[in-house]
């Protein structure tokens, strides 16, 4: 049985969308871009475990908020994982900010987690596979989420795909790479609801047909 409550919050200069995945009083983050006392939570959730999409400013900004909060993992994939403590490199310089992030970080293993894994046991059985989508950034992926018990399929796309539009190549992504991974998606299942890091949710076969770089 699924047993999952989406919540967003669009934070910042840039609003980006950080998601709370809720089952019952646990929770996955992604995108750590909104202090945790703006959630408007209650006080009993905790979270098990921090997932970023990618290492741009706007997307990481409150992870050391919430990290210390729960002294839970934060993971981000490898080729990413400089732009934490960098501000250069994760552009908020570029705007005119020092954002960084001094908590420790686990490396992303592009591969399917489980919900123990990711530290959910209370309710809701899901594998969460890791699809490296570069492009938006060298280290950018997407969460791909399958409830046991349940058709229904998410993905947290960051900035790689965004409703009827991607992200720009030109903040250290490359141009080829997010051709690539636009294959990629057009090979993933029509029905998946996809979750972008900024702006409004859409379901890929929509994209597949109605979005221009498709
Ligand atoms: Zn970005």
């Given at each position: 049985m699924m047993d999952v409550e989406i919540r967003s919050f669009t934070f910042g200069p840039v609003g980006a969308n950080m998601y709370v995945l809720l089952f019952g009083k646990q929770a996955l983050v992604i995108d750590p871009c909104c202090p945790w006392g703006n959630t408007g939570l209650s006080d009993d959730v905790r979270v098990t475990s921090v997932l970023c999409t990618h290492g741009h400013f706007d997307h990481i900004s409150e992870a050391d908020d919430?990290?210390?909060?729960?002294?839970?993992?934060?993971?981000?994939?490898?080729?990413?994982?400089?732009?934490?403590?960098?501000?250069?490199?994760?552009?908020?310089?570029?705007?005119?900010?020092?954002?960084?992030?001094?908590?420790?970080?686990?490396?992303?293993?592009?591969?399917?987690?489980?919900?123990?894994?990711?530290?959910?046991t209370d309710s809701g059985r899901f594998n969460m596979q890791v699809?490296?989508?570069?492009?938006?950034?060298?280290?950018?992926?997407?969460?791909?989420?399958?409830?046991?018990?349940?058709?229904?399929?998410?993905?947290f796309t960051?900035?790689?795909?965004?409703?009827?539009?991607?992200?720009?190549?030109?903040?250290?992504?490359?141009?080829?790479?997010?051709?690539?991974?636009?294959?990629?998606?057009?090979?993933?299942?029509?029905?998946?609801?996809?979750?972008?890091g900024h702006g409004s949710e859409t379901i890929l076969g929509e994209e597949k047909h109605r979005n221009p770089y498709f």
């Open positions: 919430i990290v210390p909060r729960f002294l839970c993992p934060l993971y981000i994939s490898s080729e990413d994982s400089p732009m934490l403590s960098d501000a250069s490199l994760n552009h908020s310089m570029h705007f005119g900010m020092m954002v960084r992030v001094d908590s420790p970080y686990k490396v992303l293993d592009k591969k399917v987690y489980s919900n123990e894994e990711l530290g959910i699809v490296p989508t570069p492009g938006h950034t060298s280290g950018s992926v997407c969460y791909y989420f399958n409830f046991i018990g349940n058709a229904k399929q998410y993905m960051g900035d790689m795909l965004f409703r009827r539009s991607i992200g720009r190549t030109d903040l250290g992504g490359s141009e080829l790479d997010m051709t690539r991974s636009i294959e990629l998606l057009k090979t993933m299942n029509d029905d998946i609801v996809c979750f972008p």
